[in-house]
Nanobody
């Protein structure tokens, strides 16, 4: 069964850090580009970051540039999202997704179920 499982969410104070993990099972994660998305309460889901199949190309939405870093560990079949200098507006459910390539118009093949990140004092 093909599956993506996110972990690492939780409650953190403003200015703090979290590292999210997205682990693939049932397929090698490097068969796909992996994207991180988030959905805050009352808002539409938005793309946060994406890493190419090789790991050689990454992109970020403007609001997280310089604070978030995406990386992949292919032997572990896992993609990470390191989030630093967190702000209250980063509060959301974070989802990872597998797609054929990064790009806003590329359809998602598989979604994870999400992990909640809450940034609050």
């Amino acid at each position: 069964q093909l599956q993506l499982v996110e972990s690492g969410g939780g409650l953190v104070q403003p200015g703090g850090s979290l590292r999210l993990s997205c682990t693939a099972s049932g397929f090698p994660s490097n068969y796909y580009a992996i994207g991180w998305f988030r959905q805050a309460p009352g808002k539409e889901r938005e793309g946060v970051s994406c890493i190419s199949r090789s790991g050689g190309t990454t992109d970020y939405t403007d609001s997280v540039k310089g604070r978030f870093t995406i990386s992949r560990d292919s032997p572990k079949n896992t993609v990470y999202l390191q989030m630093n200098s967190l702000k209250s507006e980063d509060t959301a459910v974070y989802y990872c997704a597998a797609k054929s390539s990064c790009g806003t118009r590329v359809a998602v093949n598989y979604w994870g179920k999400g992990t909640l990140v809450t940034v609050s004092s």
